[in-house]
């Protein structure tokens, strides 16, 4: 079943109130990430944005910084109540998740975990996305379930 436009607007207001948490003052590329979690008929947003480091190696981006703030928050720790991820930047170009955080994503949507949900790629000021697959994003990828 795919996302109700109310939902779509969750995932997008998570992602354009989240971008104000970036931490990005060496690349002043923020980017943000909102995890939608629905259980017994209520939404849950975990949101989150990239937290740089002096090293620039330290980085840690929107996605895996979302992602581990979900996993390891009470509430929201179960990927099976995941129903969209989504990721936004300030581009005018809809975003695309860099090849690490789609290995992490993948970790968490997959047979073993959680339903094949949406991932949602959004242009900075939330007017377009293009919605995505795990499948589509890390094809033929390695996940819980190989081993
Ligand atoms: N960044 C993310 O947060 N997610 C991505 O998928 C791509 C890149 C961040 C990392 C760094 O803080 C900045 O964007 C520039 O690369």
């Not at 209520?42 to 979900?70: F, P, Q």
């Not at 975003?95 to 949900?117: N, T, W, Y």
């Amino acid at each position: 079943m795919g996302l109700s436009s109310e939902e779509v607007a969750l995932v997008r207001d998570g992602c354009l109130g989240g971008k104000a948490l970036s931490y990005s003052p060496y690349s002043k590329f923020r980017v943000s990430c909102c995890i939608l979690v629905s259980e017994g008929g209520r939404y849950t947003s975990v949101v989150g944005a990239n937290v740089e480091n002096a090293s620039y190696g330290g980085t840690i981006c929107a996605e895996r910084v979302t992602i581990t703030k979900a996993m390891t928050t009470a509430g929201t720790r179960d990927p099976t109540k995941w129903i969209a991820l989504g990721i936004m930047g300030d581009t005018d170009e809809c975003i695309s998740p860099c090849g690490l955080c789609r290995q992490v994503i993948r970790e968490f949507i997959s047979p073993k975990m959680s339903p094949d949900i949406p991932i949602l790629m959004f242009n900075g000021d939330g007017t377009n996305h293009i919605q995505s697959t795990m499948e589509e994003l890390l094809p033929n990828s390695f996940g819980p379930e190989c081993l």
